[in-house]
Nanobody, 122 residues
């Protein structure tokens, strides 16, 4: 079994910064893509940013230039540095990872964390 645990959320004023962390643990052979999703109240969960094992990144248009995703493969951890936060960034942020639990690639599947709340006040 694999667990993803997020941390770093909180309440911040508009223009402020937060850094989210997500640590994967459990029966991990390797981790492929990792990412962050956001779910605002009354809205669907949406991709914020993702990163491959090699470091290739992809961002939602709404966060480009403000958020930076990074990972530490040795620590099975992914980060999301969020700067110039806006009230519309408010939501529950979920970590997501494609984890291979055995030697065969078919053992890969997607896992989710429980989420960490980010609230940006105006």
């Amino acid at each position: 079994q694999v667990q993803l645990v997020e941390s770093g959320g909180g309440l911040v004023q508009a223009g402020g910064s937060l850094r989210l962390s997500c640590v994967a643990s459990g029966s991990i052979f390797s981790i492929n893509a990792m990412g962050w999703y956001r779910q605002a109240p009354g809205k669907q969960r949406e991709l914020v940013a993702e990163i491959t094992t090699g470091g290739t990144t992809n961002y939602a248009d709404s966060v480009k230039g403000r958020f930076t995703i990074s990972r530490d493969n040795a620590k099975n951890t992914v980060y999301l540095q969020m700067n110039s936060l806006k009230p519309e960034d408010t939501g529950l942020f979920y970590c997501n990872a494609n984890v291979q639990t055995g030697w065969h690639p078919t053992s890969s599947r997607w896992y989710w964390g429980q989420g960490t709340q980010v609230t940006v006040s105006s």
